[in-house]
């Protein structure tokens, strides 16, 4: 025990240390606000004095042609919503299209993830990873399909800058978004901080806190509750005979051996779902939530809270894209995105959602908290599994709580990532969870 609390506390004393001025950075293509055609500038994604980036388009021999990477936003004609996809890439049946990551004195830059999409159809795609100079550090060809976006994880880090090129197939596959690192050269790349529930912690763009990379758990709060005997115990019991009798019919059998038999037979009155400890609490309310906050502060010495809506949309990576002189009420549904991109549905266990026509997982309630894809920024489940409560109002002076995300019980238009729900601080749900912020001494 003396062994793990010591590691504990060396790596929330790494906060103020070697990780204190690493910077993410994303550039998504899907949030360009241009024509169809366009060329990207030059300049998208440049970050002053830290990253150049910069756009080209080679032929198959590997040479520079006069044109530029551009700027597509295609109708999906399978979509419900009429969402499209939007992504750079450039014409050609041969061309290859480049983007190049170049840091500044002083700088390093770390590839974390990228998401790679298609407009239809299924593809063989080749993908290739150099560092400035020539060096190969990726060279492989992926599987792409429509509705699965393909995230690449490669975790190079470089001094001298690196450069991903992409097949573009005459612009029906292009690059949607990409999440970078930078970090002093003299320092190393943050890693994802890990407390003493084992929650990790991961930086966002745009965040000054630490966001939590998955839901609360089952566990988690259950060691809360241990220690808190008079709090509601409601959070314990996930009762399904409601809702196993008004969907009956999108309910499907469960891959997962620890959760029962709940699909076969006569439906009866005492069907009770099972969950793991490992997905995600339901029935707590933001007053629940707020008091695992103010325990675990109090247990650990360091100050978690719920996310802020903005905070929120830092996580789902469309912070940039909303007004902050709207109210979280009035920003609802003004961002047209999902985590995973811009069309529905998503490929299948990339979210725990309702099921319906077009789309089914494995799951008939909440999953496990990382069963399902992480977005761009390493975190998981802000689309599906359960709505998260948030630490703002509706709108100013409002008695209901922010609501994100979808769950579980999420259709279409409630799982894009700028849609907002309110709810009395009181109520509990059974569809309704929360995820955590640690404040920390980490340079924006």
């Not at 241009?34 to 002053?48: C, K, R, T």
């Not at 038999?261 to 490992?278: I, S």
């Amino acid at each position: 025990m003396k062994v793990y609390l010591s590691i504990l506390l060396i790596s929330l004393a790494s906060l103020k240390t070697a990780h204190a001025q690493s910077e993410p950075h994303a550039i998504q293509f899907e949030l360009l606000k241009l024509e169809n055609n366009q060329a990207i500038p030059q300049s998208f994604g440049d970050v002053p004095n830290k990253l150049d980036v910069s756009y080209r388009v080679l032929d198959k021999e590997g040479k520079p042609v006069e044109t530029e990477v551009s700027f597509i936003d295609r109708p999906y004609r399978y979509s419900v919503s009429n969402l499209s996809h939007r992504w750079a890439s450039a014409p050609g049946q041969d061309s290859i299209a480049e983007i190049a990551l170049i840091p500044q004195e002083g700088f390093q830059v770390t590839l974390r993830r990228l998401r790679v999409a298609t407009f239809s159809g299924s593809h063989d795609l080749k993908i290739r990873l150099l560092e400035e100079g020539g060096k190969v550090l990726e060279d492989r060809a992926i599987k792409i399909a429509e509705r699965s976006p393909f995230t690449l994880a490669p975790a190079s880090t470089s001094t001298k800058g690196l450069r991903f090129q992409w097949e573009t197939r005459n612009r029906n596959m292009g690059l949607a978004a990409i999440s970078v690192l930078l970090t002093p050269i003299d320092q190393k790349p943050f890693e994802p901080i890990v407390n003493s529930l084992g929650l990790t912690f991961e930086k966002v763009p745009g965040s000054k806190s630490l966001v939590a990379t998955t839901e609360v758990r089952v566990k988690d709060y259950a060691a809360f509750a241990k220690e808190n005997p008079e709090i509601d115990n409601s959070w314990n019991t996930f009762i399904w005979e409601e809702w196993s009798r008004v969907f009956q019919t999108w309910r499907i059998p469960s891959k997962n051996p620890d959760r029962g038999d709940l699909n076969k037979g006569p439906l009866v009155e005492d069907v009770y779902a099972k969950q793991t400890l490992n997905d995600p609490v339901v029935n707590v309310s933001w007053e629940d939530a707020n008091a695992f906050c103010r325990w675990l502060s109090k247990k650990e010495g360091r100050t978690y809270r719920l996310l802020t809506d903005h905070e929120w949309s830092c996580a789902a990576g469309i912070a940039s894209a909303e007004d902050s002189a709207l109210s979280p009420g009035e920003k609802s549904g003004r961002v047209h995105h999902y985590v995973w991109g811009t069309h529905f549905p998503p490929k299948v266990n990339s979210e725990n959602l309702r099921e319906f026509h077009q789309f089914k997982d494995d799951y008939p309630h909440t999953s496990p908290v990382t069963a399902t894809s992480a977005n761009l920024f390493g975190l998981y489940g802000l689309a599906g599994n359960v709505q998260e409560l948030c630490e703002d109002p509706l709108a100013e002076g409002s008695f209901f709580k922010v609501v994100r995300g979808g769950g579980w019980r999420t259709r279409e238009l409630h799982a894009t990532s700028s849609s907002r729900a309110g709810l009395p601080p009181f109520q509990r749900n059974i569809s309704i969870g929360f995820r955590i912020a640690l404040e920390s001494e980490i340079a924006p």
